[in-house]
Nanobody
Framework: QVQLVESGGGSVQAGGSLQLSCVAS????????LGWFRQSPGKEREGVAA????????RVADSVKDRFTISHDNAKRTVNLQMNNLKPEDTGTYFC??????????????????WGQGTQVNVSS
């Protein structure tokens, strides 16, 4: 089990940017997947962006395509989410997650093993 701690959330106006960071308690295995999910009140948790730890493939939800970028720095044990051109609908709690022994990169929540406590992102119009 890996412990994940998110940071970087805050309040911004639409069109602004935020960078979320997640620090892991251990170095990731190249067989792991790392990702970001978000949840708004009354809505289901949804995948935002994910990637293989080996950086070969990344996946980004259509709703944030061309606006969000996920990256990984293994030396710092971090996974980041750069969020640009934020919209009010991006508001929610963002969770960092890890998927051990990841073969297929997907947003199936049941497949993800470890989760952070979340960081709040508020985007006002």
């Amino acid at each position: 089990q890996v412990q994940l701690v998110e940071s970087g959330g805050g309040s911004v106006q639409a069109g602004g940017s935020l960078q979320l960071s997640c620090v892991a308690s251990r170095y990731t295995s190249q067989s792991d997947c790392l990702g970001w999910f978000r949840q708004s009140p009354g809505k289901e948790r949804e995948g935002v962006a994910a990637m293989y730890a080996n950086d070969v493939i990344t996946r980004v939800a259509d709703s944030v395509k061309d606006r969000f970028t996920i990256s990984h720095d293994n030396a710092k044990r971090t996974v980041n989410l750069q969020m640009n051109n934020l919209k009010p609908e991006d508001t929610g709690t963002y969770f960092c997650a890890a998927h051990r022994r990841c073969v297929y990169l997907d947003f199936d929540i049941e497949q993800w093993n470890d989760w952070g406590q979340g960081t709040q992102v508020n985007v006002s119009s």
